[in-house]
């Protein structure tokens, strides 16, 4: 069997960066620190990343291209409530692999203007996603809000969506690195955005929002909403027919 080639160390570099940042926090941690966790000398380490915040950037370029892929569905795609609950629950599993750069926010936005700029744009496509979301359910006839309402409902998530772990670090400190803790609470988010859009829910989504509050109906992976697709990318003709309902634990 053939080993696997060793990481470069500019990967090894960013991974365990990552790891202390989200463990000890991003202001307690210093490119002296990573280079003896590494185990090499500093200017090692600089050959690769001018200073720390050029660390965190290079971070960041990964957390902003992977979530700019997850703040979106698929083309003619139309989620329901059901989904929409379980795609905030997977959102918050990704979350928690950047947890860093939501607990420090404010400390990284007041001195990295690259940051500053960059998560600001995500902010932003965070809102206008939940917006989309509104408006296609009101188009559906399964909400009923006005556009300044929709305005407030999809700002509100946005808020909710970037400083929940914020609010999670000031509630439960000592727990902050137990990730089933962390990760349960995270899920409760999704049940305070959507409760945000349950006024107005009409029809099938309120029942769906109903059955989901009180157990009724088991939730699925997100993964399970999506359609099949095959090896070239596009969705099978059959997909969504054989489609059943899978109970996921509980978290």
């Given amino acids: 069997m053939e080993s696997k080639p060793p990481r470069r160390t500019r990967d090894r570099i960013l991974e365990l960066s990552l790891r202390l940042f989200n463990e000890i926090g991003e202001p307690n941690v210093t490119t002296t620190t990573i280079a003896e966790e590494m185990e090499i000398s500093p200017g090692n380490l600089y050959y690769h990343f ?40 997977y959102m918050a599993d990704f979350l928690w692999t950047y947890r860093f750069l939501y607990r420090d926010l404010n400390d990284l936005l007041a001195r990295n203007r690259t940051l500053e700029t960059h998560f600001k744009q995500i902010i932003t496509h965070k809102v206008n996603f939940a917006r989309q979301l509104c408006e296609q359910l009101i188009a559906d006839g399964e909400m009923e809000a006005t556009p300044q309402e929709i305005g407030v409902i999809s700002t509100n998530i946005g808020v909710i969506s970037t400083y929940w772990l914020s609010y999670q670090f000031v509630m439960n400190p000592r727990k902050y690195n137990e990730q089933e803790a962390i990760r349960t609470e995270l899920h409760q988010a999704s049940l305070h955005i959507v409760s945000l859009m349950a006024p107005y829910l009409r029809g099938r989504s309120r029942q769906l929002f109903d059955d989901l509050v009180s157990g009724r109906l088991p939730m699925r992976e997100f993964a399970d909403y999506l359609p099949p697709r095959d090896g070239r990318g596009e969705t099978r003709p059959d997909a969504g027919k054989a489609e059943t309902q899978r109970p996921k634990g509980a978290r």
């Avoid at 660390?55 to 139309?78: G, M, T, V």
């Fill in 50 to 89: 001018r200073n720390k915040d050029d660390i965190i950037n290079s971070i960041f370029a990964q957390f902003e291209q992977e979530i700019s892929k997850r703040l979106r569905f698929p083309d003619d795609h139309r989620p329901t409530i059901d989904e929409m609950w379980a795609y905030l629950a």
